[in-house]
C-alpha cells in the first residue's frame, strides 16, 4: 500500500524538443515550439506546474523551500546500464538555488485549519502592467483564454515615518492627490506632459521616416522632443535639471520607473537608469493606465495566484500536442561519446528519451562525467557545470489578519533606498494581496516583500526593515532592526499570523542544444524573463516565428480577450 506508483512509460521515445521543469520560461518556449509543430515532452519531479514560479499552499511551499535550500542525493536511475555503444551518461544533480529559509508561525490556532487554502507565489511580489508584452504575448499566443486577471487597487511610497503616500499614475489622479501641494502637482503635471509631448514627437518622427515629422515643423519638435544629450544622460540628473523636488523625483524613479538601486549614488548603484530607459518605463505605466476599461490602475494581478500563469501556456501547448508529465524526475543526460554533443535525457523510471533539443530547469548542474569521458565530453561537462549567477534577491511572505490600509485590499508600497535606515541602498516592494484574488481565505491578507542584495545578511535586514515599518510581530519578533522608525500608529499595524524569509539566487546559463532557463528576477514584473525565453525560443528555431499562427493585438477591441475581474 505504501509503494509509491509505478513510473509510466513514455510513447513516443523521440521529440524535437524536452523540457524539464515547468517555469514560466519552459512553459513559453515549450508552447512557442508546439504552436510550431515541434514535438514536445514537458516534465517536471514536482507534482505541481510552475516550478520557481509557482503558487504553493503553506505545507507545500515550505517543503519546496526546505528541500531547495538542503543538500540532497539526486535520484538513481533504476537502470544498471551506465554506456551503450553510442553515448554516455552524465548525471545531473540540482544545485541550491535557496538560502536562509525562516519559516515562523505565530497564531498556529488560526493557521491551523486553512493550511491549504492559499496559493503563495515563490517569486513574488509580481505583477503585470496593463500595457507588459507579457499580456501582448499572451493575447497573441491564446494563453489568455486560461487565466483571469484583476486590478491592483492603488500604489504606495512609504516612508521611514510609518507613512505611505499615494502614487498619482493619471492625471485625474494628481489633481485628487491630499498629500501634493498645489506646486508638486504642477509640477508633477508639467513633467507628464513633457513626456508625453516627447513619446508623440517620436512617433510622429517614425511614422513619416526620416525626411519629415508631417505637418510638425522642426522648431516644433525641438520644443516637445527631448534632446539625444538629455537621453543619454543618467534620469536621475534629468528629472533635477528638470527642476523637480527630491519627493517628486523619488516617486518616478522608485514607483513609477522602478528603479532598483539609489540613483543618487553612483558608489552603490549596480544599475544606474539612463533618461531613454526612465522615459520607456514612464510610457509603459502611462499607457497601462486605462487600456482595461475595468482595471483601476496600471497594474493587475491573476486569479488564484502567479503559479496561473506557467500552466496557461502549458494547456496552450497541450492543445498543440505537448505531452506533459509531472512527477518524473530527470537523472541524467545522454551525451554523445566521440562529439561530446547532447543525444536525450534518462528519466528516474530507467528509459531513454531523445531529442533534438533540450531545455533544462536552472537549478540543474553536472554531477560528473562518466568514466573515461572524451576530451570534447569533459570540455562540454566544463561548460555546462558553469552559471551565470545574476545576483540574489531577498523574499518575503507573511500572512496577516487586516490591511495595510483599511479601504485598500490589493496595493503596491515601495520603499525607496534610504527611506528606512542610511545604509539601504536598494528599493524595498511590498505587494499586498487579499482574498477576493482567492490566494487565501478571505478576511486574511497575503504580503509579499523582495529586495536585491548581495548577501543574507543585507537581504534580511532589508526585509526585517520593512516588515517592522509595515506590520506588528509577536514580542518584538524584529526587534534587531532598531534602525527602522517606527510608525506614529503602531496599534493599527496588522498582526502577522506566519512569515517566510529565503534567498534566492538569480541565474542563466546557455549551451548549445542544451539550455538553461533563467531564474525568476528581481523585477515587479516578467519583461526580462519573457525576452529571455523568446531569445532562448529563437536561438533555438531561428527560422520560426513565435507563435505566428496567430497576430498580436492591434486595437483596444483585441484586448477583451483578457478576462478582468471587477
Not at 475 to 483: C, K, R
Request: with cysteine; glycine share 6%; aromatic share 8%.
Amino acid at each position: 500500500m505504501g509503494e509509491p506508483p509505478p513510473y509510466p512509460q513514455i510513447e513516443p521515445t523521440t521529440f524535437d524538443l524536452i523540457a524539464v521543469g515547468t517555469g514560466l520560461a519552459e512553459c513559453i518556449v515549450a508552447a512557442a515550439a508546439s504552436a510550431s509543430g515541434k514535438t514536445v515532452l514537458h516534465l517536471d519531479s514536482n507534482p505541481f506546474y510552475g516550478s520557481h514560479y509557482s503558487s504553493l499552499s503553506v505545507p507545500e511551499l515550505t517543503s519546496f523551500l526546505i528541500s531547495n535550500s538542503t543538500a540532497s542525493s539526486p535520484p538513481s536511475s533504476t537502470s544498471t546500464t551506465t554506456d551503450s555503444l553510442d553515448y554516455s551518461i552524465v548525471n545531473l544533480t540540482t544545485q541550491l538555488v535557496y538560502s536562509d529559509v525562516e519559516i515562523s508561525c505565530f497564531y498556529p490556532e488560526l493557521l491551523e485549519e486553512n493550511l491549504r487554502k492559499f496559493n503563495l507565489d515563490l517569486c513574488g511580489p509580481r505583477v503585470l502592467f496593463c500595457a507588459d508584452k507579457s499580456i501582448d504575448l499572451m493575447l497573441k499566443s491564446g494563453a489568455s483564454n486560461y487565466v483571469e486577471f484583476k486590478s491592483i487597487d492603488a500604489s504606495f511610497v512609504g516612508d521611514g515615518n510609518g507613512k505611505l503616500w499615494n502614487v498619482p499614475d493619471s492625471r485625474a489622479a494628481i489633481f485628487k492627490d491630499k498629500s501634493l501641494t498645489l506646486m508638486e502637482k504642477n509640477q508633477l503635471m508639467r513633467f507628464f506632459k513633457l513626456v508625453q509631448g516627447h513619446l508623440d514627437a517620436t512617433v510622429a518622427a517614425g511614422s513619416s521616416g526620416n525626411d519629415g515629422i508631417g505637418n510638425r515643423n522642426d522648431e516644433e519638435e525641438g520644443k516637445t522632443k527631448i534632446s539625444d544629450e538629455d537621453l543619454e544622460r543618467p534620469f536621475v540628473e534629468y528629472l533635477s535639471k528638470m527642476r523637480l523636488p527630491p519627493k517628486i523625483r523619488s516617486i518616478i524613479l522608485y514607483a513609477i520607473a522602478m528603479a532598483d538601486y539609489d540613483q543618487d549614488d553612483m558608489g552603490v548603484c549596480q544599475n544606474l537608469l539612463k533618461t531613454k530607459d526612465g522615459i520607456d518605463r514612464l510610457a509603459l505605466y502611462q499607457s497601462s493606465v486605462g487600456r482595461f476599461t475595468n482595471a483601476s490602475g496600471a497594474l493587475i494581478y491573476p486569479i488564484y495566484g502567479q503559479g496561473e500563469l506557467p500552466q496557461a501556456f502549458s494547456r496552450r501547448s497541450a492543445v498543440k500536442g505537448c505531452i506533459y508529465v509531472l512527477r518524473m524526475p530527470v537523472t541524467a543526460l545522454l551525451m554523445e561519446k566521440d562529439s561530446g554533443s547532447y543525444k536525450g535525457v534518462r528519466l528516474a523510471s530507467g528509459q531513454d528519451i531523445f531529442s533534438q533539443k533540450l531545455v533544462l530547469d536552472p537549478s540543474f548542474t553536472l554531477a560528473s562525467p562518466s568514466t573515461s569521458p572524451s576530451d570534447l565530453l569533459h570540455e562540454s561537462f566544463n561548460f555546462l557545470s558553469t552559471r551565470d549567477v545574476k545576483g540574489k534577491v531577498a523574499r518575503g511572505i507573511c500572512i496577516t489578519r487586516n490591511s495595510l490600509k483599511p479601504d485598500t485590499s490589493n496595493l503596491l508600497v515601495v520603499y525607496p533606498p534610504r527611506s528606512l535606515y542610511p545604509e539601504q541602498i536598494t528599493s524595498i516592494r511590498a505587494l499586498q494581496i487579499s482574498g477576493n484574488l482567492a490566494v487565501c481565505p478571505l478576511g486574511m491578507f497575503v504580503l509579499y516583500l523582495s529586495a536585491l542584495c548581495d548577501d543574507a545578511i543585507q537581504g534580511k535586514r532589508l526585509l526585517h526593515a520593512a516588515m517592522n515599518a509595515l506590520l506588528t510581530f509577536p514580542d518584538s519578533v524584529n526587534s534587531e532592526s532598531s534602525s527602522t522608525v517606527q510608525s506614529e500608529n503602531t496599534e493599527e499595524k496588522p498582526s502577522v499570523i506566519w512569515s517566510g524569509l529565503y534567498i534566492q539566487e538569480m541565474s542563466t546559463g546557455q549551451f548549445d542544444s542544451i539550455n538553461f532557463a533563467p531564474m525568476p528576477d528581481g523585477n515587479l514584473n516578467y519583461n526580462d524573463i519573457l525576452d529571455a525565453a523568446l531569445k532562448l525560443f529563437q536561438e533555438m528555431y531561428p527560422n520560426e516565428e513565435n507563435f505566428s499562427e496567430t497576430t498580436p493585438p492591434e486595437n483596444s477591441e483585441d484586448d477583451i480577450e483578457l478576462t478582468l475581474e471587477t
